[in-house]
Nanobody
């Protein structure tokens, strides 16, 4: 089981980008889905979380500008990023709690990271 992220790139300040992440492989359960980011010289931080059967929550730094959405049937999670700022420049990672068909328990999986650069 792997997570495959896509959608990063270069965008001007005030612009928008949409990140996507999908599960590659067969799973028997999907729990929480999250997006993290790591800016140069900073620790990785959680910015958006969408629990299974719950409501989305956001870090204060992105609240009102970013929207996380999930499609459990398709095993995908997306992050719509609007009103982007230079300080949003970072590598973005998707993260999911998944239960592989070969396991009875959930474990955490990470995507490979996709670079978002906000610059004029």
């Amino acid at each position: 089981v792997q997570l495959q992220a896509s959608g990063g790139g270069l965008v001007h300040p005030g612009g928008s980008l949409r990140l996507s992440c999908r599960v590659s492989g067969v799973v028997s359960g999907i729990g929480a889905m999250r997006w993290y980011r790591q800016a140069p010289g900073h620790q990785r931080e959680a910015i958006a979380t969408f629990p299974s059967g719950g409501s989305a929550s956001y870090a204060d730094s992105v609240k009102g500008r970013f929207t996380i959405s999930r499609d459990s049937a398709k095993a995908t999670v997306a992050l719509q990023m609007n009103s982007l700022k230079a300080e949003d420049t970072a590598v973005y990672y998707c993260n999911m709690d998944l239960r592989p068909v070969t396991s009875v328990s959930f474990r955490e999986y990470w995507g490979q990271g996709t670079l978002v650069t906000v610059s004029s």
